[in-house]
């Protein structure tokens, strides 16, 4: 599902954001990927999706390899994947509906199968009743489970979340992680970066924790330091 092979990823000011990286998450799994501010985290994420490149080593998401994969691939590799993103990325001017409906249509699902799966994913994800409201009438946390219902809505195999409860309270923090361990539970692998360390510690889960781009643990459950 995704293997990390020394992988070192320099931006183009010279900046080593990934360091002689190694990962390997197997289908099914729930992994926390946990770190400071800067150490690397968000850019591990961009080299799952291919908007970055390994400078060295390989990676490989859902066996497409992302050093060597032509940009045309690009969109056959992120359909493999669910991408929830920190600011949610809602079109506020469509309804909590139309918003999941559109992921499905922009690779081509038509009208029978859209009425099927939108109203299941939104259920999934606790949203029935706000179906028919706009984005910026929700709470920021019913916005998050929009952006989550989106990324499962053409059935991914690896959903991956980049800090999901930087914008809740506890209690729905701990909501949205047990929301994630539903899904889970449903087949989806799970990739959830934090920095939270108090909900992490919740969960019984794999922890992998990165600092200044190198993986520097690895480990199930139980307490991590940073
Ligand atoms: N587009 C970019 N160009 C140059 N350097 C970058 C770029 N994006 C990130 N960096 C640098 O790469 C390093 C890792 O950044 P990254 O965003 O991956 O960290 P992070 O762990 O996600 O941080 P945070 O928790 O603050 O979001 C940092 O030193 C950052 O300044």
């Known amino acids: 599902m995704i293997r990390m092979n020394d992988v070192t990823m320099v931006y183009d000011n010279g900046t080593r954001a990934v360091n002689k990286a190694n990962l390997r998450i197997d289908e099914g799994e729930f992994v926390f990927l946990v770190g400071a501010s800067g150490s690397g985290k968000t850019t591990m994420i961009k080299l799952?999706?291919?908007?970055?490149?390994?400078?060295?080593?390989?990676?490989?998401?859902?066996?497409y390899n992302i050093g060597e994969m032509k940009k045309r691939q690009i969109p056959y590799l992120r359909r493999t994947l669910g991408v929830v993103f920190q600011d949610f990325?809602?079109?506020?001017?469509?309804?909590?509906?139309?918003?999941?409906?559109?992921?499905?249509?922009?690779?081509?699902?038509k009208g029978k199968a859209i009425k099927e799966r939108v109203p299941y994913v939104l259920d999934l994800v606790g949203l029935s009743e706000?179906?028919?409201?706009?984005?910026?009438?929700?709470?920021?946390g019913?916005?998050?489970?929009?952006?989550?219902?989106?990324a499962?809505?053409?059935?991914?195999?690896?959903?991956?979340?980049?800090?999901?409860?930087?914008?809740?309270?506890?209690?729905?923090?701990?909501?949205?992680?047990?929301?994630?361990?539903?899904?889970?539970?449903?087949?989806?692998?799970?990739?959830?970066?934090?920095?939270?360390?108090?909900?992490?510690?919740?969960f019984e889960k794999r922890v992998v924790v990165i600092d200044k781009g190198e993986?520097?643990?690895?480990?199930?459950?139980?307490?991590?330091q940073l």
Do not use: C, W
């Open 48 to 63: 799952l999706t291919a908007e970055v490149r390994p400078t060295e080593g390989r990676v490989l998401v859902n066996n």
């Open 89 to 109: 990325r809602l079109i506020n001017s469509k309804t909590v509906y139309e918003n999941v409906a559109f992921a499905m249509r922009t690779i081509g699902a």
């Open 130 to 140: 706000k179906a028919h409201e706009k984005p910026l009438n929700l709470s920021g």
């Open 142 to 150: 019913e916005q998050q489970r929009v952006a989550i219902a989106r």
């Open 152 to 202: 499962l809505v053409n059935n991914p195999r690896l959903i991956i979340a980049d800090e999901p409860t930087g914008n809740l309270d506890p209690a729905r923090s701990l909501e949205l992680m047990t929301l994630f361990e539903k899904i889970n539970e449903l087949g989806t692998t799970v990739l959830i970066v934090t920095h939270e360390k108090g909900l992490v510690d919740e």
């Open 215 to 224: 993986v520097i643990s690895d480990q199930t459950g139980g307490y991590y």
